[in-house]
């Protein structure tokens, strides 16, 4: 489904942020994105979303490459990607639940079945009492369940989350984890950027680790018991 090789990337004249990226997400897949602060997570799921092109390297989306993609297509291939920004990028003047909606009234579905999928999706994540506050009313943690909830409700075929649990204490962490794995379970492919060494240690999915530019494989320990 993506498919990076020998990638780099530099800001304008900069230096390389990363350097030599390859790596595969097979359709279906579950990977976390780990690495320290500055190690260019964000950056390589910016690559994924077609957010920025690389300096050099070939990305492979979708069967499709990146480099010779035309304008209109980018547009189509994102529509297939839910994405969970680290700044959550909401809607200020929507309420949550309007701004979970969005994804499905773009896609034409029926303002009764929007508002039973989204209430319920937001009771899920823990935002009944929520659905119509606007973002700027919100805690951190609130905001960002917004987010993944409008990032989730589509069922996209992938799903990009930037840190996705950084805003909450890790009981609805584990309870967002969940959503993500019952999403992969229905075939969504899945990646994750988080600092949330607990969280990749419950989970036994691989780990593509960014350090000094660079990436590498490794696996999770394995749950325990199983
Ligand atoms: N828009 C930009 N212009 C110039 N440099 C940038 C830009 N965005 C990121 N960088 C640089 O790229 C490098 C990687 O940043 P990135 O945000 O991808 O890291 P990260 O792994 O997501 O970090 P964090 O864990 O803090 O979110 C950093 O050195 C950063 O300064
Ligand atoms: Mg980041």
């Known amino acids: 489904?993506?498919?990076?090789?020998?990638?780099?990337?530099?800001?304008?004249?900069?230096?390389?942020?990363?350097?030599?990226?390859?790596?595969?997400?097979?359709?279906?897949?579950f990977h976390f994105l780990t690495g320290p602060s500055g190690?260019?997570?964000?950056?390589?799921?910016?690559?994924?979303?077609?957010?920025?092109?690389?300096?050099?390297?070939?990305i492979n989306m979708f069967d499709r490459d990146v480099a010779t993609l035309p304008r209109a297509d980018t547009q189509d291939l994102r529509r297939r990607i839910g994405v969970v920004f680290q700044d959550f990028r909401l809607i200020e003047h929507l309420s949550a639940l309007d701004n979970v909606a969005l994804p499905l009234r773009v896609a034409g579905m029926s303002p009764q079945r929007i508002k039973s999928n989204v209430s319920e999706l937001l009771s899920w994540v823990g935002l009944t009492d929520h659905l119509d506050s606007r973002p700027a009313t919100l805690s951190g943690g609130q905001q960002q369940r917004v987010a993944i909830a409008r990032a989730v409700i589509s069922r996209p075929q992938l799903l990009l989350a930037d840190e996705p649990t950084g805003n909450v204490d890790n009981?609805?962490?584990?309870?967002?984890?969940?959503?993500f794995d019952?999403?992969?379970?229905?075939?969504?492919?899945?990646?994750?950027?988080?600092?949330?060494?607990?969280?990749?240690?419950?989970?036994?999915?691989?780990?593509?680790?960014?350090?000094?530019?660079?990436?590498s494989m490794v696996r999770s320990p394995e749950k325990e018991g199983v």
Do not use: C
């Open 39 to 58: 190690a260019g997570k964000s950056s390589l799921l910016r690559l994924i979303y077609l957010a920025l092109r690389p300096s050099r390297g070939l």
């Open 182 to 215: 019952e999403l992969n379970k229905m075939g969504t492919t899945v990646i994750i950027a988080t600092h949330n060494e607990e969280l990749v240690s419950r989970f036994n999915h691989p780990v593509i680790h960014l350090e000094d530019g660079e990436a």
């Open 171 to 179: 009981e609805i962490a584990m309870r967002l984890i969940y959503l």
């Open 1 to 29: 489904m993506v498919r990076f090789e020998n990638v780099g990337l530099r800001y304008g004249m900069g230096p390389e942020v990363l350097r030599d990226i390859s790596f595969g997400l097979a359709p279906g897949s």
